[in-house]
């Protein structure tokens, strides 16, 4: 069975740090895009960090620039999200997804097809 899981979320205080992890099941991570997304309570699903596996630079949304870092490993078929200096606003699910398609548009939601159930992650003092 194929599927993304995702795990590391929970309750931190401002400024604190967490470390989101992705395990694919089913899937070989060198072929595919992955990517990290979030959803506020009353908010669309935003794209937090995507790797562009054409190349590019990895993508991140503005609200995280220079606070979260993507990274992965192939071999463990696992991607991770290094969240430092964590906001109240960075409250939100975070899920880990993936894209099959041959194109698509890097960290928008709506061109990713496989989703992990999703972590809740709370930053309150």
């Known amino acids: 069975q194929v599927q993304l899981v995702e795990s590391g979320g929970g309750l931190v205080q401002p400024g604190g740090s967490l470390r989101l992890s992705c395990e694919l099941r089913g899937f070989d991570l060198r072929y595919y895009a992955v990517g990290w997304f979030r959803q506020a309570p009353g908010k669309e699903r935003e794209g937090v960090s995507c790797f562009n596996n054409g190349g590019g630079p990895t993508y991140y949304g503005d609200s995280v620039k220079g606070r979260f870092t993507y990274s992965k490993d192939n071999a463990a078929h696992t991607v991770y999200l290094q969240m430092n200096d964590l906001k109240h606003e960075d409250t939100a699910v975070y899920y880990c997804?993936?894209?099959?398609?041959?194109?698509?548009?890097?960290?928008?939601?709506?061109?990713?097809?496989?989703w992990g159930q999703g972590t809740q992650v709370t930053i309150s003092a």
């Open positions: 997804a993936l894209s099959s398609r041959l194109r698509f548009r890097l960290c928008m939601p709506e061109d990713y097809d496989t």
